[in-house]
């Protein structure tokens, strides 16, 4: 049975913390509906209504550029093991960006990530629950390394190319408000 609640509880809190894996959906007005698997150690909550990820470089930037046109974001939480549960968080969110006011104090929370290109804001208005009867179980057995050793290869330059050649506008041709792309 499905619940809502107002805002993050220490029940909650638990269970994030204890997730390997987590998913961001965003759309804009127009364009393809754009969902997100994302690890790594890359999220934390900031208070009972407020959480922060930061995203790596990509094939896309899909989520940059929905954000511009329309601020809403879900971020879904699934348990893969014993005790079954499923949590979204809704609401509204922004994309900080290396040049913005907030980038140094937001990334300072989380471990160096070569390739690090925004840190999105979440303030979340609603949460919701459910049985997650249906998500099978499965064992973690580490994150992957690839996208380190891929940013490590492609230097600081190279990465600044990639992001100017793939990660300027989303799929459907929206910008995605990076600074140097």
Same mark, same amino acid.
């Given at each position: ?33 754009? =969902? ?8 934390r909550v900031l208070s009972e209504n ?57 990334? =300072? ?5 070569l390739g690090a290109r925004n840190i ?53 041709g929206f910008p995605t408000g990076l600074?140097?792309?």
């Open positions: 049975m499905a619940k809502q609640f107002p805002k993050l509880t220490d029940r909650h809190r638990s269970f994030i913390d204890q997730q390997h894996m987590y998913f961001v959906a965003t759309a804009a007005r127009g364009g393809r509906i754009n =969902m997100s698997p994302k690890g790594l150690d890359s999220l407020r959480v922060v990820w930061l995203n790596g470089t990509g094939s896309g930037n899909e989520t940059a550029a929905h954000l511009l046109d329309t601020p809403r974001m879900t971020v879904m939480f699934c348990s893969f093991v014993r005790e079954p549960l499923i949590l979204r968080l809704y609401g509204s969110a922004r994309a900080v960006h290396a040049a913005d006011a907030d980038w140094d104090d937001l990334i =300072m929370l989380f471990p160096p990530m999105f804001v979440l303030d979340i208005d609603l949460l919701q629950t459910s049985c997650g009867y249906g998500v099978p179980t499965m064992e973690f057995t580490g994150q992957r390394e690839m996208m380190h050793t891929w940013a490590a290869k492609k230097g600081d330059e190279g990465l600044a190319t990639y992001h100017r050649e793939r990660n300027a506008t989303s799929i459907d600074p140097d792309a």
